[in-house]
């Protein structure tokens, strides 16, 4: 798409009738879940090659919300994620979801077990890891509290609403296993997530009930422990 041409233009010259459907389903699919992941199915893998070949396309047209497109290649994932300058006040680019605080425990698990097996040279496509792993990494957070399998459970579904992680099989049984997506590694950076931690360890000493707000990483501010991951606040009508 040139600078000199206009979106209708471009929407009318370069898309076919199903392209523009298709185009309205990947719309829908950032604004509702934040992520498209290219290994999580064919259907995604179709997703992710659309949106990165449309990229500049979709990141003008989601511009009018201050959002942009953000494509990670070597990793598979498609991002919607806020546009921040001057122009943007910071009450506008920030999109926030409240997570429970063992919620916000959980996700800083997952994404230490995930960037615990890149950082040793992991390959694999698809990343899984058991329950044991969970429980041992929240261990470090002096959780030891046993989990009920519906609380879990809709902890692991919450997750995988904004396409961070999938399950396979059902919580109990042997082979129940939580698969990690690439796109968890953009919900949280190193440098935030250690300011996370220290906070969280003392919000561990508190009250359970307690909310912790995660946003995204450019506007995080360790004071009050928020972390971005990207719009997760967003939700725009039914799942597809």
């Not at 798409?1 to 209708?8: A, V």
């Not at 494509?71 to 999109?95: F, H, T, W, Y």
Request: with cysteine.
């Amino acid at each position: 798409m040139t600078n000199n041409e206009s979106i209708n233009e471009y929407w009318n010259s370069e898309f076919t009738s199903s392209d523009k459907q298709f185009f309205q389903k990947c719309a829908r699919i950032l604004l509702k879940k934040t992520f498209i992941v290219r290994d999580k199915d064919e259907e995604n893998r179709k997703m992710f090659y659309f949106v990165s070949k449309n990229s500049d396309f979709f990141s003008n047209y989601f511009s009018f919300m201050g959002f942009e497109i953000l494509v990670q290649k070597d990793s598979g994932v498609v991002m919607l994620s806020n546009i921040v300058n001057e122009n943007i006040s910071a009450s506008v680019a920030v999109n926030r979801f409240r997570f429970k605080k063992i919620e916000s425990i959980i996700l800083c698990c997952l994404w230490t077990l995930l960037s615990d097996r890149l950082h040793r040279g992991s390959l694999d496509k698809v990343i899984k890891i058991t329950l044991s792993d969970l429980n041992i990494e929240l261990e470090k957070y002096d959780y030891k509290k046993p989990f009920d399998k519906g609380p879990l459970n809709d902890i692991l579904k919450l997750f995988c609403k904004f396409n961070l992680i999938g399950t396979s099989g059902e919580i109990g049984d042997e082979d129940f296993t939580i698969i990690l997506y690439p796109s968890l590694q953009f919900a949280l950076n190193e440098s935030e997530f250690v300011s996370f931690v220290k906070d969280a360890e003392k919000r561990m000493k508190g009250n359970e009930d307690d909310l912790t707000t995660i946003d995204e990483p450019e506007d995080f501010d360790s004071t009050d422990s928020e972390i971005d991951p990207f719009d997760l606040g967003i939700d725009m009508g039914d799942e597809e």
